[in-house]
């Protein structure tokens, strides 16, 4: 019997700051009632004044950590999705490292935006079952407040901060981790990107977009790289039991369901509340889901996302 590494534990964690529709309604040319119609959003979470990236994902990991019955010490690697980093470096994820107490191992960050958990996963996966030890933690956490332009209406009332986390354990048996799929194609960076960098002006820089060009791609490609992981999983769309999108719009998430023909009663849905929160929109639903029991032992679980770049990719668990 193969090696898989199976999700023994998640974790999530929302700052406390609720910011709705109609508090954006005050400063901007929008109503609750446009951005519920165009997104499905009614609210989002911004993080504290002096709460980093790094702060979120610890509280995401420790609840992960919890749920597994796990220490800090008991992880051998430590991967962090993010596009908003604490600092430019050293990464975001050596500073959960040492907020954990974790002394051992190796951690570091990936940048895929969105899509980045995906990516992560896929990587620790990888590496667990290429001999890197045994147990891993995958966190999505981001502060996209820090990076918004609050004039913007287009993009401002679309994202919201928030960490999620899975811990990994390598395990023989049948459960786990099927087949993860990733693809990128940076042709299409203009359309989804942040106007600054250090090595391009020294600004942190403000997120910009084109929302039709997005909402087009985005559909195209989620459907097509879910059925792709679906068949390396070989397991057929009809038995998929649960769909745990990328929270980024009501609307791509109903047309990416219509077009793999999947009931909107198998696709777990949390964008209402918590907005488009990037590399942990899709560990935050997906925690969600496990502890409120929608999610049962050998379901098959499949996990999408799109973003930035453009980068895109799923999984197929079974839990």
């Known amino acids: 019997m193969r090696q898989r590494a199976r999700i023994i534990g998640t974790g999530a964690y ?35 004044e002096g709460e980093l990236t790094s702060d979120l994902g610890v509280a995401a990991a420790r609840r992960a950590l919890d749920a597994a019955g796990l220490a800090a010490d008991d992880i051998d690697l430590l991967v962090l999705a993010t596009a908003t980093p604490d600092q430019t470096f050293p990464a975001t994820a050596t500073a959960i490292q040492a907020k954990l107490g974790m002394t051992r191992g190796a951690a570091f960050d990936v940048a895929a935006v969105c899509s980045g958990f995906i990516f992560a996963l896929s990587v620790a996966e990888s590496m667990l079952r290429g001999g890197a030890g045994t147990t891993a933690l995958v966190v999505g ?54 106007d600054g960098g250090p090595s391009s002006t020294r600004t942190t820089g403000l997120l910009r977009m084109s929302g039709r060009e997005v909402f087009r791609h985005a559909v195209m ?67 969600e889901a496990a502890r409120d029991g929608r999610l049962r032992a050998g379901q098959i679980v499949a996990l999408e996302a799109m973003g930035g770049g453009f980068a895109w990719g799923a999984a197929a668990v079974r839990w």
């Not at 951005?35 to 009614?42: K, L, P, W």
């Open 14 to 48: 929302l700052p406390e700051r609720v910011l709705t529709n109609h508090e954006l309604a005050e400063r901007l040319d929008t109503s609750d009632e446009w951005i519920v119609e165009r997104t499905g959003i009614r609210e989002r979470r911004i993080a504290a």
């Open 141 to 194: 956490a981001e502060t996209f407040s820090r990076i918004l332009d609050w004039d913007d209406r287009a993009t401002a009332v679309l994202f919201g901060d928030g960490a999620g986390a899975v811990v990994l354990r390598l395990e023989q048996g049948e459960r786990g981790v099927l087949a993860c799929r990733l693809r990128s194609d940076g042709r299409r960076s203009g359309l989804l990107y942040v």
């Open 221 to 287: 490609n989620l459907a097509e790289i879910l059925a792709d992981t679906m068949d390396a999983a070989g397991v057929p769309l009809g038995a998929l039991d649960w769909l745990v999108p990328h929270q980024a719009n009501a609307r791509i998430i109903d047309a990416t369901a219509r077009k793999l023909g999947l009931p909107m009663e198998r696709v777990v849905v949390t964008v209402d509340r918590h907005a488009n929160t990037s590399a942990a929109s899709v560990p935050l639903a997906l925690d």
